[in-house]
């Protein structure tokens, strides 16, 4: 089982849908917990992170369920502009091992 | 204003020819990363320094290692390149919280 999985999209959607990524990670020991975008040929750039109390940034949504070892991304009204590859992020232990999932394609469409 | 600088860009090579990749960085973390992206996957960790202590992810090969010679350089040497070491090598730092990213090296092997 791979350390962190995502749907493996490709995900098309109209301008103003509301869109979900899932992601279900393996090491329960698991600390932190984040969501990368990346562009085309672009390096990862932090979209947000993951708290277990969930956490609202404008049309985004993250929530983390410890117990089910699950993070999920919500985007609310989706713009053309968000169309990207979203990233799910572990921290593995305490020194920082950052292991990606290897991402969903998002395309909005006009 | 560029805080994770990978150089160069564009790095091509011949098969078997050693090579180099730089990094450095202008946030003082104690944390940097080297990972590999190929087309359509995610970025795959190959190693993170902690301070100067270096940690090897258990599926890297030989070919490939590291130097930190102080916080803010960190250099990923690829021995004898091989055509499927043609990717995208990302370097990365963290703080504690989010990592930063470097545009990337592309690499293409000859």
New interface residues.
Partial sequence: RKEVEQDPGPFNVPEGATVAFNCTYSNSASQSFFWYRQDCRKEPKLLMSVYSSGNEDGRFTAQLNRASQYISLLIRDSKLSDSATYLCVVERGSQGNLIFGKGTKLSVKP | DAMVIQNPRYQVTQFGKPVTLSCSQTLNHN?M?W?QQKSS?????LF?Y?DK?F?NEADTPDNFQSRRPNTSFCFLDIRSPGLGDAAMY?C?T?G????F????TRLTVV
């Fill in positions: 944390v990363y990972y996957q995610a970025p795959k960790l993170h902690y202590d940690n990302l990365a963290s504690g919280t989010e990592a990213f470097g545009q990337g």
